[in-house]
């Protein structure tokens, strides 16, 4: 088979040519002035595919260049392949990097087809360029500690399927993973658990992250960082107990779910810390959008705290939900003073969306809908399709494969503010030996449909190329999980759901038959 026809996410257009390129030993690579780089990480990466002979006075060249005026999407590249020559070329050193990985793909499709001496790929010209501009992975850090060597290896795998984020989602409840040097406690208390009597946990070093930072910056990927506020910040408050309404010592949490202590907005010295946090944060991440969280965040210890009481009445905000927003706005002008963007969950809209903000959408499209039509950016993440923690009953590939970031009642023109998307990897019951499993194949399936443009879709092509990567995946130490559910696990998920349903009717028989036999949709 045409190892040209097997790569991912599918090129925009593959013309195939007469003839082939052959690698049989010598060969040159070559790369000036700025591709310089690039090409000496893609030298190393083909003689390590194909221990070829590479010499410069040899009859084969492959020539990688930054040419052209600048293009609107500064990721298109073209790849030419002639019986002696290959030539990837772009506009900007990003669109050349995403070549090169096409281009390993390609060697590692055809390596695993053909026989190891002699590589033939056919001659083709390939022009490319993405479908959607934010094309992300969240990994949550968080709930179980991801060790460095995890997230390289992702950046990797992100890399050559041509995705460019990575958002990590650095603190919640369960553990603080990033060093804070104004506050050490963050991380000497706030990164350690107690479960069954062991202690649990771990954290990022800075200088940790600035290694994670540059080794996903020379491939192109950009690392958002995510500290999670005013919810979702148990641990915080177990390292800092000031920052609660309450002040009461607690523990880092050992259970999952939405947790009633959260930030005090009453107190000033509450945005001290914050500012202090993002001050570091900001310095560290070069990213212009950092992720502040937003999401899930209780309202019942700010309802009965004297100072978020006063707070209300002297800002005149009517509800808990407003002073979340009052909080958020803060932040986000903060952000803004030192040049970058706030990302916030979908819940950020509730409370007053932020001038500028980023909402990554995930409680379905509405979010996405309301903020793209008000003039936002979004990030559209739905748990329909792209939360690969649940289960395949819920989202198996063919879901994946046909999601759309674009909201399906959103405005037409509005869709420019319809950034991309991310694929969502919480780790609650997932610690990173099962990660794999749940991610792949689906992060590559979302790759395709974020990268390739939607009017070339065929299922039934797409399973076959996709099968194809599973050996290339393995190859990097990944071993996908299941495509669909077993037929089994579904019939354990429907006996679980009739249970589930059985149970409704027992408890009020009348109205549960009711609603069974007189149920009316709606309009
Ligand atoms: C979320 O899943 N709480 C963003
Ligand atoms: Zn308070």
């Not at 026809?5 to 052959?22: A, Y």
């Not at 969240?138 to 992702?154: I, P």
């Amino acid at each position: 088979m045409n190892p040209l026809t097997l790569l991912l996410p599918k090129p925009t257009s593959v013309v195939v040519h007469e003839g082939s390129f052959t690698f049989s030993g010598d060969c040159s690579v070559s790369g000036k002035g700025e591709a310089q780089h690039i090409t000496a990480m893609f030298t190393k990466e083909i003689n390590a595919l194909l221990h070829l002979n590479i010499n410069s006075s040899a009859k084969s060249e492959i020539v990688l260049a930054i040419d052209g005026t600048r293009k609107e999407n500064n990721e298109s590249y073209r790849i030419s392949i002639t019986p002696t020559a290959i030539r990837l070329s772009s506009s900007s050193q990003t669109g050349l990097f995403r070549a090169s990985r096409t281009f390993v793909q390609l060697l590692m499709i055809a390596r695993a087809r053909q026989n190891d001496r002699e590589i033939q790929i056919p001659c083709a010209e390939i022009t490319d360029a993405p479908a959607f501009r934010w094309r992300g992975l969240n990994l949550d850090c968080a709930r179980h500690f991801l060790s460095k060597e995890y997230l390289l290896r992702t950046i990797d795998v992100l890399a050559l399927y041509r995705m460019n984020v990575l958002h990590l989602h650095l603190t919640d409840d369960q553990g603080w993973r990033l060093e804070i040097k104004k506050y050490p406690k963050l991380t000497e208390t706030g990164a350690w658990r107690t479960e069954n009597g062991k202690k649990y946990g771990g954290y990022y070093t800075q200088r940790e992250m600035k290694e994670i930072i540059e080794y996903a910056a020379q491939r192109h990927i950009l690392i958002v960082p995510e500290i999670d506020m005013p919810g979702h910040t148990q641990a915080a408050i177990a390292s800092y107990p000031q920052l609660s309404c309450t002040g009461q010592p607690i523990e880092v949490s050992t259970r999952w779910g939405i947790h009633k202590d959260v930030l005090c907005v009453g107190k000033e010295s509450t945005f001290d810390f914050v500012k202090d946090v993002l001050d570091e944060v900001t310095a560290l991440f070069p990213s212009k959008y950092i992720h502040v969280g937003g999401d899930e965040c209780l309202t019942l210890r700010w309802k009965r705290c004297p100072l978020c009481r006063k707070r209300m009445h002297e800002e005149d905000i009517a509800s808990e939900r407003s002073l979340q927003g009052y909080f958020l706005r803060r932040i986000e002008s903060y952000l803004k003073s030192k040049g970058k963007i706030l990302i916030g969950w979908d819940e950020i809209i509730d409370g007053g969306l932020p001038e500028n903000a980023v909402v990554q959408s995930w409680r379905g499209f509405k979010g996405a809908e309301f903020a793209a039509s008000s003039g936002h950016n979004t990030i559209v993440s739905p748990t329909s399709h792209c939360y690969f923690d649940y289960g395949l009953t819920y989202t198996d590939i063919e879901k994946v494969y046909s999601f759309s970031p674009i909201p399906p009642m959103l405005p037409l023109g509005d869709e420019k503010h319809i950034l991309g998307s991310e694929a969502c990897m919480w780790t609650e019951f997932t610690p990173e030996s099962k990660i794999d499993s749940m991610l792949y194949p689906r992060l590559i399936v979302l790759a395709e449909a974020l990268w390739s443009h939607p009017a070339g879709k065929h299922y039934p092509e797409f399973l076959i190329r996709l099968r194809e990567h599973y050996p290339l995946l393995a190859s990097r130490g990944i071993h996908v999980g299941a495509e669909y559910e077993s037929y089994f696990s579904r019939i354990r998920y429907n006996a679980r759901m009739a249970g589930v349903f059985f149970s409704i009717l027992i408890r009020d028989p009348e109205a549960a038959w009711e609603n069974l036999t007189h149920y009316q949709p709606a309009d």
